[in-house]
Structures are given as structure tokens and as C-alpha cells.
């Protein structure tokens, strides 16, 4: 089996969806009273940051593929 690198573009962006869900929920329930006018500036941010890593992630990559030469790592 080959082995994965984790993608943390989507760890973060799947993270930021989910504590989206819970806070809808939650507000749904009248437990928490949040403004919804910050959903569109949190989603922005934490999208941004989930491009920014994503890059990050794909710089260390390449540079990986590089070191180890044109056939990539070997087991």
C-alpha cells in the first residue's frame, strides 16, 4: 500500500466547515447567540489559511521529489 502524505489544505478547510456546522447547530438550539454577519469574514480567513498551507505543503513536496532524485522516494 502506498503511503499518503496528508493534505493539510483540506484537514484545515474541512475543520473550518465543521466548526461552521456545529456553530449553526448549536445557534439552532438557542443555547449560543452568535451574529451571522462573521461567517463570511471567518470563512474567508480560514480559507486563506488553508491555501496558505496547502502551499506550504506542496513547496516541501517538490523540494522532497527533487532531493530524491527523478524517480521520487523509494521504499
Known amino acids: ?7 493539510w489544505g483540506s484537514f484545515v478547510a474541512g475543520l473550518l466547515f465543521l466548526s461552521l ?3 449553526f ?3 439552532g438550539t438557542g443555547d ?3 451574529d451571522v454577519v462573521w461567517v463570511l469574514p471567518v470563512l474567508a480567513v480560514g480559507l ?3 491555501g ?3 502551499v506550504l ?3 516541501s513536496r517538490k523540494e522532497g521529489a527533487v532531493a530524491d532524485g527523478p ?3 523509494k521504499d
Open 25 to 27: 447547530a448549536v445557534r
Open 21 to 23: 456546522a456545529v456553530a
Open 32 to 34: 449560543w447567540e452568535f
Open 57 to 59: 505543503t506542496r513547496r
Open 71 to 73: 524517480g521520487g522516494a
Open 48 to 50: 486563506g489559511v488553508a
Open 1 to 7: 500500500m502506498a503511503k499518503r502524505r496528508t493534505d
Open 52 to 54: 496558505v498551507a496547502r
